[in-house]
């Protein structure tokens, strides 16, 4: 039996960072996949040299597209709405400062139009606080309730390992740069709420090349940044790295994490 799975994400690349992997094992699968994206990241920390003629904006958009391709996704939807940046845009326009059930309903006629068994978004904390991923998370939700989608999965990182990795990255001459535990003290998920761990293992080349199609996000005007750094990673431990992916399914207990996001849908 195959499903129809919606992703929805608040700017391009963030559907490869924390779902690239799930979604291309999806499509390989059989099943449908569509992607939504809330904003087009204009406001994304940049290369300014590197942009040359082409607006960001026109620019994620294209890179969002490749990206698509190479996970197999059926169908791109852009909502239109302003990033918000880091706290730059303070605008009423603004994805995170909008009302959330305007874009809920939005997102709401697209589940149903596809008639979507899982709707993917964020946890509650937005994984590291982003204020669009705190804004995808609210209107997830709502868009669910409305449209009657059977299962949501909140996309997370399991917060243990991430704190393991920070402290391994900072002893690593030239790795990830120094990195700041604090920051991740209450960033994504504690593994005791987990309750999807996909292995992903087999579709990290399609993670991998999707990755390399946000090419501008791989450095900034204040130097490298997190994509380009993990692009340089041999593609083994690329792999050993990047190749589990988790969620949360509110309302179902952790500790004991489903092995595929449709689990919830299969009678036993």
């Known amino acids: 039996m195959t499903y129809t799975v919606v992703s929805f994400h608040a700017h391009p690349d963030d559907e490869v960072l924390l779902t690239g992997g799930t979604l291309a094992k999806a499509a390989a699968e059989g099943h449908r996949v569509v992607l939504v994206v809330a904003t087009s990241g204009e406001s994304g920390d940049v290369a300014t040299a590197a942009i040359g003629a082409d607006s960001l904006k026109q620019r994620r958009e294209e890179e969002l597209r490749r990206s698509a391709e190479v996970l197999g996704c059926a169908r791109v939807v852009l909502l239109g709405y302003a990033d918000s940046g880091l706290g730059e845009n303070s605008s009423r326009t603004a994805f995170s400062r909008l009302d959330p059930a305007e874009p809920a309903q ?95 293992r087999a579709h990290t080349g399609a993670k991998r090349r999707a990755m390399q199609a946000h090419a501008s996000q791989a450095s900034s005007d204040s130097g ?28 179902r207990p952790g500790g004991t994490p489903a092995a595929e996001i449709f689990a919830g849908l299969r009678k036993p």
Do not use: C, K
């Open 106 to 200: 939005r997102l709401a006629e697209i589940l149903t139009q596809e008639r979507a068994d899982v709707l993917t978004t964020y946890d509650r904390a937005g994984g590291y606080g982003h204020p669009d991923h705190r804004q995808v998370h609210v209107v997830g939700g709502l868009a669910a309730g409305l449209a009657g989608t059977p299962v949501v999965l909140e996309a997370t990182l399991d917060r243990t390992l991430m704190l393991r990795l920070a402290r391994l990255a900072n002893l690593i001459p030239g790795g990830l740069g120094s990195l700041r535990l604090e920051d991740f003290a209450t960033a994504y998920s504690p593994r005791s709420a987990i309750t999807h761990r996909i292995d992903v």
């Open 224 to 251: 490298p940044r997190t994509l380009s750094m993990l692009l340089r990673l041999p593609v083994p431990v690329f792999r050993r790295m990047l190749g589990t992916e988790w969620f949360i399914e509110p309302g």
